[in-house]
């Protein structure tokens, strides 16, 4: 059993970068890992600039009424130069013209019977977005490996970046183990249950921006899992199984994944829930094996196959920001030889509130869930009001 | 101009919720909202079973060696009852036979000799998870109007909605207005830049779980304008005009708007940046007028437009968390007068850092940002340490 650090440090260890790119449409590349870096082709604002509806003019003559010379609305030429005791009305992001230096927004413009214009305000300002002042031709405000949000896509579409080059996503085999298990569509008969973890899986793997590969459940035979786990990883780049990773008599899967050349590097890990978590890797393939309760495939793969798959895809953040907040209940816990996850609620005050749990089955408990906490082994108890680790989900 | 939180006050009391809903594969559910309550049909755990790999026996007989009378792996059935003495060996997942109360879990028993086995743990555990602990037939885990995420995909899953129905989702018409636009396969040529804003709303409507529906960019004439708007209106639910919505003269899209039906209920926030913000309803439609910077679009985004989406689509959860969170340095602004809101990184100590920002145009420093913080009204400073709400991105 090694510590949660260690085994994420072995995964990232062991991950190759997939080679390989494609591009597609600007809006195509939402959470796609960009390929290239994003290097300026203009500067931004490519002109001067005013930021505000007004007029354009000097500072020095701000303490005058101004003459209006023209009207520049955005995407127009001023056609003359501002000289002493002159302005032009200029609108938001229209070019600045030669000899002004300072726009009198129009709320604090006033605007007398002779048509003249007078700073009407406190302390002027200068209203004026300087050329290149936000990025410069060869700036690179994009790396490549960003994992590609909303805000990105509006940075590529300025610098033209119009079908940008994205990393190959990886292929992801699910295969589910385990005879108690039936499908989402048949009603389980004595002693068997619904499979939730695969499709879970499904979802997990399409969160994080790979592309799964659905086996369907894998029964409990040593032939049929051999076959099943041979045909993923001629397939694909990694295969996540769950359920058949713990010490029951049926549980040969890492025999099998070890006559398959996968060389195991670690089968548990000092959590709970999640503890026989198995990790392999057959030459740039990863094999995680998952526990079988959902819970706890559901934790490991937030912790250890996410992150996996996002650094097979370069993305230069694979780690999910967790927060530490405040504790609205004190807690405890009986036993402490591992790292404690479960999931909590934030509260309108922003304060983490515990939810019944019952254990790694329980997937109901992460229906309201808002994150899971976790509680460092060896701690069994915190006050309410101290602080917590809680990774949104 | 009215606070933000009378401006996200109106657009809740303005959005009306779509009827119609589709049924869906389970993994085409995620992102969606779902359209009915999920009710169980099932007692989960089914049946008695044991929560580890070990020997199901009576309690009262964990300080005897006790004989193994059969093996139940997950998906058995127990052929004979734990009678005085004898136990079973069950895999994690098995049905408890009958008469036995507890698991003597693999790694607390030591087989003897005689192929007996013996307690040799601590504390006992009962380690059975009983019938229906988790959930009953009846019990409704996940209520209608929940965004669906993976952890519930493996409740619909575990509960046999294979093929769940999903709210519809809302049609949002994207018009970028302004002459000054370029779009972003073009070089910009003097006095025009890109349109990055409508990218970025597109963008900004999938990650919402809606349907962008990009119009291009709308030339500055009243009558081209007119136009756009009307058929945007007819075609969508939602109608996002970005630019056009401030005091210029060639702004005339509040007026068009009015002629088209459209009745404004805002039409500035205090906030910065964000403030020329419009928003107006058209029967059951929602019009929205976000400023034409393209971090102000952004924001007004996040704060109005996708509440009001996740709203239509009957979420019961429409409006993101905010964690409040110790500033890693000093903060301090110059003016107070709006709620201000600026991109912040989150450090590894759990910090908010500032970075550098030049307002409402630089979307450049969206491209690292964790998050937007928000300062109050009326608050110019706040010290290193303080507690700041932050918004993830």
Chains 1, 2 share one sequence.
Do not use: W
């Not at 031709?137 to 490996?145: A, E, F, H, Q, S």
């Not at 389980?188 to 921006?209: D, E």
């Not at 999910?320 to 504790?327: G, V």
């Amino acid at each position: 059993m090694i510590f949660l650090e260690e085994a994420i440090s072995i995964v990232r260890q062991n991950v190759t970068v997939l080679t390989g790119e494609e591009q597609v449409n600007l809006s195509q590349s939402l959470n796609r890992v960009l390929a290239h870096d994003v290097v300026s082709d203009i500067n931004m604002p490519p002109f001067r600039k005013t930021a505000v509806d007004g007029y354009a003019c000097r500072a020095v003559d701000m303490d005058k009424s101004l003459r209006v010379i023209e009207v520049i609305a955005a995407g127009d030429m001023p056609g003359q130069p501002i000289t002493q005791g002159t302005c032009s009305k200029v609108m938001t992001g229209a070019p600045i013209p030669d000899g002004a230096d300072s726009v009198i927004p129009v709320e604090e413009a006033l605007i007398l019977p002779d048509g003249t214009v007078r700073f009407t305000g406190g302390k002027p300002k200068s209203n004026v977005c300087e050329l290149g002042e936000d990025i410069r031709v060869g700036d690179t405000p994009l790396r490549k490996g960003t994992f590609i949000k909303p805000q990105h896509i509006a940075i590529m579409a300025a610098l033209g970046y119009h079908s940008p080059a994205v990393m190959v996503r990886p292929k992801v085999a699910i295969l589910p183990t385990g005879d108690e298990l039936v499908e989402p569509n048949e009603m389980p008969g004595v002693g068997k249950i619904r499979n939730s973890n695969g499709h879970q899986l499904v979802a997990q793997v399409i969160s994080a921006g790979a592309v799964p590969v659905y086996h369907g459940i894998v029964a409990d035979s040593q032939e049929v899992t051999e076959m099943a786990i041979r045909r993923a990883l001629h397939e694909c780049d990694v295969v996540v199984l769950t359920g058949g990773v713990s010490m029951g008599d049926y549980d040969y899967v890492p025999k099998i994944m070890e006559k398959l050349g996968v060389k195991i590097l670690f089968d548990a890990i000092a959590v709970q829930p999640g503890k026989p978590t198995t990790f392999g890797v057959a030459g740039s393939k990863l094999v995680f094996g998952l526990p079988g309760n959902p819970v706890s495939s559901f934790i490991q793969f937030e912790l250890m196959v996410k992150p996996a798959l996002l650094m097979m895809m370069g993305c230069i953040e694979p780690y999910a920001i967790s927060y530490r907040l405040p504790l609205a209940t004190d807690y405890s816990r009986k036993r402490a030889e591992r790292l404690g996850l479960f999931p909590v609620v934030i509260n309108t005050n922003g304060e983490v509130e515990l939810i019944e749990y019952h254990g790694s089955a329980h997937i109901f408990a992460l229906a309201k869930a808002h994150g899971i906490a976790s509680v460092a082994l060896g701690v069994k108890q915190l006050k309410k009001g101290e602080l917590i680790d809680v990774r949104p989900i």
